[in-house]
């Protein structure tokens, strides 16, 4: 394998306000430095977008920095090692690591993780077998305290972690998984991974349908979206209830405040919890994850969908359109 000379990368041109648009980024081309003592040069394969991004758009304090203006953004991505001063982690290597958005990276070696591309395609460690997989089984085993003979009930569920979190609810022995979608085609796609209801919620009020579906209320809510799903949830949870809130996409490109829940003051009186959730305070379930992903995998008993755009100049679209609910599964750029 050669090092190129010129490489290509995505930058944040401005920041938005509301949904971001093309404007906000920049493709531009860079030189390619080579590599240091203990670095490692990755032809990146395939990259990540995923729903977090959007508030590292914003120039606002949080549990990861923001991205900065006129510099590459960053996400998780699988590429090839071309170039290495690291007897570590050879050229011809596959690794996984966090410098996406770019077609090379120059990296530290430790920080990347080297994966099989034998065992699994290099998407699955963006997807079921990376962060979105942990996510999933993290958030609804830690934060939501599933147990089994809960019903359990999941926003965004089409999407790469909702669908991992409702196949891994009814695997681990859930009485009954609902999930919301945005399309008939997603919940037609759900019925198919096992949920045992699914409803569209543009086809009416949130809290009317979950009743529909859940009329015994939800013993568990896996919040992806926030707004009207989340007072929808409080208002079915059963006593002791546990929510895990790992997302709110309904408002992150809002530009007023959110107009609900308004119903907080029910969590009183059912004695409900609600968890906020980061996966990167779970990574010592990382193992166990991925020892019961593997096997689940093997035997047939996980599906998993992708939905893949070509180029990196498309990158800034698929996050665009994944912000708008475009995809079905996780949403990957191949390069």
């Known amino acids: 394998m050669t090092q190129p000379t010129r490489s290509r990368q995505i930058v944040l041109a401005s920041r938005p306000s509301g949904a971001p648009t093309a404007e906000n980024f920049r493709l531009e081309e860079v030189d390619l430095p080579r590599p240091g003592a203990g670095q490692v040069v990755v032809a990146n394969r395939v990259m990540s977008v995923d729903p977090y991004m959007r508030g590292r758009m914003n120039d606002v304090r949080s549990y990861v920095p923001p991205f900065q203006l006129d510099a590459p953004l960053d996400g998780g991505a699988v590429g090839e090692v071309v170039a290495s001063e690291s007897p570590e982690v050879p050229v011809g290597t596959t690794v996984l690591h966090g410098a996406g958005w770019r077609e090379h990276a120059v990296l530290d070696a430790g920080a990347v993780s080297a994966v099989d591309p034998a065992l699994a395609p290099k998407s699955a460690y963006l997807g079921v077998l990376g962060m979105p997989g942990l996510t999933a089984y993290a958030g609804l085993m830690a934060a939501a305290r599933f147990q089994p003979g809960d019903t359990v009930f999941v926003s965004g569920a089409a999407g790469a972690v909702g669908s991992m979190v409702g196949q891994i609810a009814r695997l681990s022995g859930a009485a009954r998984v609902v999930g919301s979608a945005g399309s008939p085609a997603k919940v037609a796609r759900l019925r198919e991974l096992g949920f045992d209801a699914a409803f569209d919620y543009h086809d009416g009020p949130v809290l009317e349908q979950l009743r529909q579906t859940a009329p015994e209320g939800i013993d568990v809510y896996f919040d992806n979206v926030g707004g009207e799903h989340l007072e ?60 019961k992903m593997a096997g689940w995998l093997a035997a047939g008993e996980i599906s998993w969908d992708e939905t893949v755009r070509e180029g990196l100049e498309n990158a800034p679209q698929a996050f665009i359109d994944l912000l708008a609910g475009a995809n079905t599964g996780k949403m990957v750029v191949s390069l």
């Open 232 to 291: 929808a949830a409080i208002a079915t949870l059963n006593t002791r209830g546990r929510v895990c809130l790992c997302g709110a996409i309904s408002q992150y490109n809002a530009t007023e405040p959110p107009a609900a829940p308004r119903n907080l003051a029910l969590a009183i009186g059912k004695l409900l919890s609600l968890q906020g959730f980061l996966v990167g305070a779970h990574q010592g379930m990382a193992p166990e994850f991925r020892e």
